[in-house]
């Protein structure tokens, strides 16, 4: 059986107690504001690659 183990993880019961919750590298510090840069610029790829040009 898997239990919930935070945003999004899911663990076997019997680790649940033992494994921390995940540390998301981008939620703060220095490294958010590259990170909403470089996923802006990849969004922005994304829409233009998937934009026909004439």
């Known amino acids: 059986m898997l239990r ?6 899911r663990v076997a019961c019997h680790f649940h107690e033992t494994i921390p ?3 998301i590298a981008a939620a703060d510090g220095p490294a958010a504001a590259k990170f909403t840069e470089r996923l802006a610029a990849f969004e922005a790829a994304k829409q233009a690659r998937a934009t026909p040009s004439s």
């Open 21 to 23: 919750a995940p540390v």
């Open 4 to 9: 919930d183990a935070g945003n999004g993880h």
